[in-house]
């Protein structure tokens, strides 16, 4: 990874060792300095080993001036509390206001929405892949957690418009000045136009192969997923469903979907 575009701004990546099949080399936390102290974008698993690394970086940095999360799936919020008892308190920004139990005395809770600022972020909610997604812009670099990723797609995650809200979320990004991506998992995206050029047509070209498959009569999820998401490997099926799930519920929400077709609910489903 070229480290140019973030020295010269600030920017520092530290990768967790957790990789996977839905968090490829592992979750990207992000350092942002701030005058003499330091932001942390979303600190990761609870790993030990990683989240020493961070509070090193943070206290070469001069120290935490806060944290904030682009959504609280475990595998991007779960080292909050031990990171803060790394560092000391600070504050926590997210779309929920959440502070983990655990969190060491003195830590408060942020809740941002929409066109907040907090320290030198700008607030941008993107919901799709967890309803409480933010983003957060640093002049015209983007920390774009799950909303984004350096490579492959992502999964949605049922809720309330999420994927209507997602595409709009998509576009929104696409029609700012950005020149930097700074993914949750995988490598930075340069070319922030072309990427979200490139989700927004894969959506797309999902739904209008989903309504395919619907008007020749395919009704089961099991066969929808076959014809559909067949690229979609075995370990990613069910991260497929419950995408497929989102889909449904915007063919629903349009009146274009057929009667009889299987739905499946996952609740609160921690996903990638």
Known sequence: MADAPLTSRGIRLLRADNPGPKTLDGTNSWLLADGDAVW???????????????????????????????????????????????????????KAGWLPADAPGGATAVAVSEGDRIGPFA????????????????????????????????????????????????????????ALLLPGHGPLVEDPAAKLDEYVAHRLDREARLVVALDGGLRTVDELLDRVWDDAPGILRLAAAVTLQAHLDKLADEGRLPDGVERQRFGDFDGL
């Open 40 to 94: 942390v974008v979303d600190p990761g698993p609870d790993l030990d080993e990683h989240l020493d690394a961070l509070a090193a970086a943070v206290a070469e940095g001069g120290g935490l001036a806060g944290v904030v999360l682009t959504h609280r799936h475990g595998d991007h919020a779960d080292g909050v509390a031990g990171l803060l008892h790394r560092t000391g308190p600070a504050p926590v920004a997210s």
């Open 123 to 178: 607030v941008v909610e993107t919901p799709g892949h967890a309803s409480d997604h933010v983003v957060f812009l640093a002049g015209d670099a983007a920390f774009v957690g799950d909303t984004v990723l350096g490579t492959g797609s992502v999964l949605l995650v049922p809720h309330a418009g999420a994927l209507q809200g997602y595409l709009t979320a998509l576009r929104g990004l696409r029609a700012r000045d950005l």
